[in-house]
């Protein structure tokens, strides 16, 4: 049996793909026997009920007067160095640079002990935050400090090396579902709820931002319902719904499209689709095409980021330009329209996912990483079975 060890992890736990891969590990390393102590400002929202070798430890913002901002980071820092004291932590798992990383390098120094770090980058701290000049020293140091740093996808990885000129060693560790909550569900009553049965279902699921380009969601489904009597539904929310409202209204769908706001029962949610759309302009990854890879439900989505290493073109989905609607409409249309086709792709998808990134796999690969940084002797893998 490998050695057992306790774990800090740090992410922001709020809605977001970095949160639920975090939470999603956390709770599977504890299933393993290690001890997982969550370290944040609330608990992370995929956490659930109370479960054995979980604790959770809330970050308290002083709000004294003279402080223009409340100084999150610097007490975010702080709690992490209590609890690896008093925990005796051997890892703190930071997910994003910034701010966790910093406040994990900090926290390390006031421990003065061997406490490791090991850092996951997930995309904003990359595509966004380091392209700010006075941003970039700051995450440099933090992913240079790290004991060990992984990437979600390779297309970080190399957007990483070059926005921030690093040359250390980072790990390939992708994104992972666990496949005993995401599995094609039986749904025909839910899916009666939202088409009549000779009508086909698109969706799309992101927290709509401009980056996501929702209005070019809008556009494939107008194009499509032209051909195949088909209903769009929106999962999520974000600063672009209103605009996605108005358009729709404005184009006469609103009898064709459904907004369902956030919900937690993704899994139920996805496998009553029959296409999911993701056209956006960057995705580090792109976990809810792979949520849907898991279901069985293809992507059409953009060639942008790392869903090129997720979606297969031709074979678990279709990929376009970034902004070419009329292809990502044409691939929806020519899937939509042929059943042996939708079938094929459908099983494809569960082999991928299956075989790919299963949460037995991506859970042992950063076991890996931990012993590794910790200088134990590494367990050898168990075959991750097809």
């Keep these: 049996m490998s050695q057992l060890l306790k774990i800090g992890i740090t992410c922001y736990p709020t809605l977001g793909g970095s949160g639920v891969v975090a939470t999603e590990l956390g709770k599977l390393l504890a299933e393993k026997g290690h001890e997982v102590h969550f370290i944040s400002h609330s608990v992370p929202f995929r956490l659930g009920a109370f479960k054995k070798n979980i604790f959770y430890h809330e970050v308290e913002v002083n709000d004294y007067y003279v402080f223009r901002y409340p100084p999150y980071d610097l007490s975010l820092a702080n709690k992490m160095a209590q609890v690896a004291k008093r925990e005796k932590l051997d890892i703190l798992h930071v997910h994003y640079a910034v701010p966790h990383a910093v406040c994990a390098f900090l926290a390390k120094q006031m421990v003065g002990t061997d406490l490791k770090v090991v850092t996951t980058l997930h995309g904003t701290d990359i595509t966004v935050l380091a392209q700010d000049e006075s941003l970039k020293d700051l995450i440099r140091l933090a992913i240079n400090e790290s004991d060990a740093v992984t990437s979600v996808s390779e297309d970080l990885m190399r957007e990483t090396r070059e926005v921030l000129d690093i040359t250390r060693d980072i790990d390939l ?4 579902i666990d496949q005993r909550i995401y599995y094609p569900r ?4 839910l899916r009666s709820d939202f088409a009549f049965p000779h009508e086909k279902i698109l969706m799309h699921i992101s927290n709509f931002r401009p980056v996501k380009r929702v209005q070019d969601v809008v556009d494939i489904f107008a194009k ?14 974000g600063p672009e719904l209103p605009k996605i409202q108005w358009k729709i209204k404005e184009l006469g769908l609103e009898d064709k499209v459904q907004f369902l706001g956030k919900q937690d029962q993704i899994a139920q949610v996805i496998s009553t689709a029959d296409v999911l759309l993701l056209p956006s302009e960057k995705e580090s990854f792109g976990l809810v095409a792979l949520e849907a890879m898991a279901c069985g439900v293809p992507t059409i989505g953009s060639l942008a980021g790392g869903i090129p290493e997720l979606v297969t073109h031709g074979e678990t989905g279709f990929l376009a330009p970034i902004g070419d609607t009329q292809a990502m409409a044409d691939y929806a249309v020519h899937l939509l329209t042929d059943e042996s086709l939708a079938k094929k792709v459908s099983e494809a998808c569960l082999i991928r996912a299956k075989n790919e990134f299963s949460s037995a796999r991506i859970t042992e690969e950063y076991e890996q990483i ?17």
Excluded: A, H, M
């Design 224 to 237: 499509v319902s032209e051909q195949v009597p088909s209903r769009l539904l929106f999962v999520g929310e």
């Design 186 to 189: 039986s749904v025909e009553s």
């Design 173 to 176: 560790t992708y994104n992972f």
């Design 370 to 386: 931990y012993y590794r940084v910790l200088g134990l002797d590494v367990p050898r893998p168990k075959p991750v079975c097809s």
